[in-house]
T-cell receptor
Framework: DQQVKQNSPSLSVQEGRISILNCDYT??????FLWYKKYPAEGPTFLIS?????DKNEDGRFTVFLNKSAKHLSLHIVPSQPGDSAVYFC???????????FGAGTRLTVKP | DTGVSQNPRHKITKRGQNVTFRCDPI?????LYWYRQTLGQGPEFLTY????????KSRLLSDRFSAERPKGSFSTLEIQRTEQGDSAMYLC???????????????FGPGTRLTVL
């Protein structure tokens, strides 16, 4: 059951522009959301998270937005850099539950 | 290096053989997780431990899969009678809940890539 969906398998942006990666979820019990970045031959690296009591969390160039009514979250990267090129996974869990569900990932390519 | 480590990084085996993977978490982390990742998909949760207690194992893929964390430090994941469909990346992660918070970020190791011939 695909409770977390990333409908765009790939995204290409120009260096310096904004990258927007989207994620939708179906389980209303999810209350904690995370973004991970993955380079080839490495495990996923934690990027940023947000709990359901917030609608925005910012960390440097990375901002995550949460729209609970739409069951949608997005990751904004501004400005995008070539080193940001990687696969980005959205993940969600509920009520402190350690059973974290991941989306299928979006491959971001930032062109110089 | 104080990250999560996994061994071996690659494992090739023949169908029907048993395989065992090891994960060493970040030393101060009390929670340890196992995931499987197949091509084009995100990590799929399998099981997790808090210290030596296995608190969730209903998501293990079949009874051929088992995991242990006997002393609450490193963990092993064993797959018995491997099948070609078991070919995947097996990821381990660890975490330590922040004081006063139920939320925790999981930190992943590099994974063990299993190929079953």
């Amino acid at each position: 059951d695909q409770q977390v969906k990333q409908n765009s398998p790939s995204l290409s942006v120009q260096e310096g522009r904004i990258s927007i990666l989207n994620c939708d979820y179906t389980n209303s019990m999810f209350d904690y959301f995370l973004w991970y970045k993955k380079y080839p031959a490495e495990g996923p690296t934690f990027l940023i998270s947000i709990s359901s009591i917030k609608d925005k969390n910012e960390d440097g160039r990375f901002t995550v937005f949460l729209n609970k009514s739409a069951k949608h979250l997005s990751l904004h990267i501004v400005p995008s850099q070539p080193g940001d090129s990687a696969v980005y996974f959205c993940a969600a869990s509920g009520d402190g539950n350690n059973d974290m569900r991941f989306g299928a990932g979006t491959r971001l390519t930032v062109k110089p | 290096d104080t990250g999560v480590s996994q061994n071996p990084r690659h494992k090739i085996t023949k169908r029907g053989q048993n395989v065992t993977f090891r994960c060493d978490p970040i030393s101060e982390h009390n929670r340890l997780y196992w995931y499987r990742q197949t091509l084009g998909q995100g990590p799929e949760f399998l099981t997790y431990f808090q210290n030596e207690a296995q608190l969730e194992k209903s998501r293990l893929l079949s009874d051929r899969f088992s995991a242990e964390r006997p002393k609450g430090s490193f963990s092993t994941l064993e797959i018995q009678r491997t099948e070609q469909g078991d070919s995947a990346m097996y990821l381990c992660a660890s975490s330590s809940p922040r004081t006063g918070s139920i939320y925790n970020e999981q930190f992943f190791g590099p994974g063990t890539r299993l190929t079953v011939l």
